[in-house]
């Protein structure tokens, strides 16, 4: 499968939406994923990615080494060595595809500085 790096602009910014749950390989949830070359268990962090003025949920997997203490919701973090994956399945006769994120670690970041819509117009929309 083809791994792509994935870059941001210098006005990305990344905000934790849930914190880190296990990955599981079954359904049952009985087989906790680890990675493939160190055996570490991997946990599944939901970011929002925000730029222009658009927010995007994404599901990044994550080594439990690469998780930060004080990893809070709300929280501003950087992925580290971000690679997004595209994948593709049938299932029960369906197609079923998607693009799995990954990365080696997540970074905590101070909170941006606010910004403010310079017109009220631009508030509303």
Known sequence: MARIRVGF?????HMVGV?????????????L???RETGEPLYTVTVFAMEDGAAEA???TVPKSGLPNGLNVGAFVRPLDLFATPW???FNGQLQDGIAYRASGLEVLAMPAPTVADEPSEIAA
Not at 9 to 13: A, E, G, I, K, V
Not at 19 to 31: H, I
Request: no cysteine.
């Open 88 to 90: 593709a399945r049938v």
């Open 19 to 31: 914190l880190p749950t296990p990955k599981f390989t079954d359904m049952e949830k009985t087989q």
């Open 58 to 60: 994404i599901k990044v």
């Open 9 to 13: 602009t210098s006005t990305t910014r």
């Open 33 to 35: 994923a680890t990675d």
